[in-house]
């Protein structure tokens, strides 16, 4: 039973790391899948596919190296010297996406709370300096909490939803894009990119845990609630009009349709905001500590100065350069962790 318990929490952080700013707020998920209509379920289906199987075979790996961080994956992924240019990149990748983390939790706070977005990238880099000196059961703990409340409050919109008039057209309606070659590419395109940058977090974790059980329900349980997620919240993006042109659509669809709960929903967002930004930190920390013999704290000081000057560029601007781009690079990260063979562990 405990291993089971273990394996939830496993797959807890698993999803708390991939739901990030642009995930929890719908943003991602509109460019990604929900502006191709019913193609979009299609894609969502073999995106969650990849996430359960190559997110499993990852952490087992990572158990069988005792990778401590993901340059150590790297190295037995991409070999010693193609490694160290990956590692740079997912350096860069990790500061980016934290970059549109924190300018995703501002947004949160200046369109749906009416608060300064800079008080509300104050308050994040607080709470995240918070739990980063607690440490590995600080991100186990926000993520047990959060996720859950995620999941339950995206299944209540998504009723709601479907109650909505024409709501079947609008599932089954294959809209006009101009770039509509992007859609082949999509769903391999978002497996890679948060695969590779959940190694940051997963790599650690499934090492300090060394549990191949438990890492493997975490995997199954965690691409499985994934894919749930990433459904749900597809079903409920297309009945709004014009998603495309929201920051944040679902908070725009719950104002809309489901008043009552709009402030505990829009909460929830920044919470699930916040799991991807302890994880990508926890991640980054672990990784300079590695080169820099300075106390932890000073390690994420640094992260977050660096991360806070980049989320001052418009929030929808970052996730739409930045996401796409990343996630095609990330395409030679799934490949060759789908052609590796578990079963040898001799780095290259």
Request: charged share 10%.
């Amino acid at each position: 039973m405990k291993k089971y318990i273990d394996g939830l929490q496993v797959a807890a952080v698993y999803v708390g790391t991939v739901i990030g700013a642009g995930f929890a707020t719908g943003k991602e998920i509109v460019e990604f899948f929900s502006r191709y209509g019913f193609i979009g379920i299609i894609s969502i289906l073999l995106a969650g596919y990849l996430f359960i199987a190559l997110g499993t075979k990852m952490m087992l790996i990572a158990i069988d190296l005792k990778a401590k961080s993901y340059e150590e994956f790297n190295e037995y992924l991409f070999g010693r010297t193609i490694s160290k240019f990956m590692n740079v990149f997912m350096m860069m990748m990790l500061l980016g996406v934290c970059g549109v983390m924190f300018s995703g939790a501002g947004a949160v706070f200046q369109e749906h709370l009416g608060i300064s977005k800079n008080i509300g990238i104050y308050l994040t880099i607080f709470l995240t300096i918070f739990i980063m000196l607690i440490g590995t059961k600080g991100v186990f703990a926000v993520n047990t909490f959060v996720v859950p409340m995620m999941i339950i409050f995206n299944f209540i919109v998504m009723s709601k939803s479907i109650l909505t008039p024409n709501f079947f057209e609008s599932v089954l309606m294959i809209p006009k894009v101009e770039d509509g070659w992007r859609l082949f590419l999509s769903p391999f395109s978002y497996a890679a990119l948060n695969l590779i940058l959940a190694q940051a977090v997963l790599v650690p974790i499934a090492s300090e845990v060394n549990d191949k059980k438990v890492v493997r329900i975490g995997g199954i349980i965690g691409g499985g609630l994934l894919t749930l997620i990433l459904l749900s919240s597809h079903f409920t993006l297309i009945t709004l009009p014009n998603v495309a042109e929201f920051e944040i659509p679902m908070a725009i669809i719950v104002q809309n349709t489901f008043g009552s709960i709009y402030y505990i929903y829009v909460a929830i967002i920044y919470g699930e905001i916040f799991t991807s930004i302890i994880g990508n930190v926890y991640g980054l920390g672990k990784q300079i500590q590695q080169y820099l013999s300075i106390k932890s704290l000073w390690i994420y000081m640094i992260i977050i100065a660096v991360v806070t000057l980049i989320s001052k560029v418009h929030y929808g601007t970052l996730l739409a350069l930045l996401y796409p781009l990343f996630g095609y690079i990330s395409l030679i990260f799934i490949f060759l962790l789908w052609i590796r063979s578990e079963n040898k562990f001799t780095k290259a």
